[in-house]
Nanobody
Framework: QVQLVESGGGLVQAGGSLRLSCAASGHTFSTYVVGWFRQAPGKEREFVAAINWRGGNTYYADSTKGRFTVSKDNAKNTVVLQMNSLKAEDTAVYYC?????????????????WGQGTQVTVSS
């Protein structure tokens, strides 16, 4: 069983940047698609970005494309979400998730494992 731990959240001014990391234990990400989701208070959880570890394919929500970048660090077995040009509407708890579905294109698929989340707060 894979365990996921998110880190890197915090408070940042609008226009600033944050770097989130998702670390895995128990298994490597080698056969997984790893996704990032977020949920703001009173709102539904939404897809942010994802990466197919094996193939390197990346997927982004329209709201984050061009501002966020998802990548992998093979040596550390982590997935990184670089968040630039942050906006107040990016404020949410960000969750890392993983699915064994190789053909998952980021969303619309079942994610087997979830982390506990990390808070991202963007001030105006």
């Amino acid at each position: 069983q894979v365990q996921l731990v998110e880190s890197g959240g915090g408070l940042v001014q609008a226009g600033g940047s944050l770097r989130l990391s998702c670390a895995a234990s128990g298994h490597t990400f080698s056969t997984y698609v790893v996704g990032w989701f977020r949920q703001a208070p009173g709102k539904e959880r939404e897809f942010v970005a994802a990466i197919n570890w094996r193939g390197g394919n990346t997927y982004y929500a329209d709201s984050t494309k061009g501002r966020f970048t998802v990548s992998k660090d093979n040596a550390k077995n982590t997935v990184v979400l670089q968040m630039n040009s942050l906006k107040a509407e990016d404020t949410a708890v960000y969750y890392c998730a993983a699915t064994t579905d190789y053909y998952c294109s980021g969303y619309g698929c079942y994610y087997d494992y979830w982390g506990q989340g990390t808070q991202v707060t963007v001030s105006s």
